[in-house]
């Protein structure tokens, strides 16, 4: 089977014994739990005071979304992330000029006062990439030209050494001209560090992903698996899931080749073994060889 699977010459070392950490303080999103609870109605109360939205939030299944004519705002039950959009900016069809637009070092510095104006702590993120958004402008029988619309920066976040991986954690503002926010994206879980444990070899990881079921159809002489990056982190699930702990993982980016198909992709594999007794120390809500692949 492994003839299979081209994987890559050299591995990275395993980090050793690691920060476990805890995403969440509460026990559940029971209702009779009073401090996840009371901690909901304070974050409500402080974004309506924050970004001036009144009345009571709509419940739509894990978010609370406060609307007025032209902003919402999405707030995430199951974790410390939020959405806020102003609708007239977002969804203009007007083309911004390109000179309104911030260069790309003005939008990384108007990011950074918003996220601390409106109190979201970026104290563990990075900016990643400053990204314009395009679109094709045609004016009657011309020829259509690319203008810029928009500017995304688009941070990620890191726990200790390294990085925090899947939509759980992540941010991107979008600006529409300099003064003119459109999109914050804040997606993260406040971590508290739980106990240590130990991360099991890059090597130990690709066995487990090259015995995955999913494999099993794949004919050597029809096709390949090529193994391209193997990198360690800290998986976050998304906002609107239950989550207790950041999930230790080796990210596995490969790319699978048939006669008929060629297509990218990445898994992670749990990088850390626990036994039910390690697991309820940690505070983790099941035993993670539960569920070693995903």
């Known amino acids: 089977m492994n003839e299979l699977f081209k994987l890559p010459e050299r591995l990275p070392k395993p980090p050793g014994k690691i920060a476990m950490f805890r995403a969440t303080r509460f026990a559940s999103m029971s209702s009779r739990d009073a401090t996840y609870t009371k901690n909901l109605a304070q974050r409500l109360r402080a974004a309506q005071r924050t970004f001036g939205l ?3 939030p709509a419940t739509e299944g894990a978010r609370l979304v406060l609307r007025s004519e032209q902003v919402s705002l999405e707030l995430y039950a199951a974790s410390d992330s939020l959405w806020w959009t102003d609708h007239r900016l977002a969804c203009q069809e007007r083309v911004t000029s390109r000179e309104q637009l911030p260069d790309e070092g003005k939008a990384k510095k108007l990011a950074a006062a918003l996220l601390e104006q409106y109190g979201l702590d970026a104290k563990m993120a990075s900016v990643a990439s400053v990204t314009f958004i395009e679109a094709d402008v045609q004016s009657g029988d011309s020829k259509p030209r690319t203008t810029r619309t928009a500017v ?26 300099e003064g003119a926010p459109a999109q914050i994206v804040y997606f993260w879980r406040s971590p508290t560090k739980a106990a240590a444990a130990t991360v099991i070899s890059a090597t130990t990881a690709l066995e ?4 995955d079921p999913a494999f099993f159809h794949l004919r050597n002489k029809d096709a390949s698996v090529t193994v391209k990056d193997v990198t360690f982190g800290y998986y976050a699930m998304s906002p609107t899931d239950f989550q ?4 230790p993982v ?14 990218d992709f990445r898994r992670y594999v749990v990088a850390v073994d626990m ?8 505070d983790a809500v099941a035993n993670p060889r539960a569920c070693r692949l995903f």
Do not use: C
């Open 54 to 56: 009144e009345g009571t």
């Open 152 to 177: 995304d920066v688009n941070y990620r976040f890191r726990l200790g050494e390294h990085p925090a991986m899947g939509p759980g954690a992540k941010i991107k503002v979008t600006l529409a001209s």
């Open 208 to 211: 487990r992903f090259m015995r």
């Open 244 to 247: 207790r702990l950041y999930v």
């Open 250 to 263: 080796w990210a596995i980016d490969a790319t699978s080749q048939t006669r008929e198909l060629r297509y």
């Open 275 to 282: 036994t039910p007794e390690d697991a309820k120390r940690a």
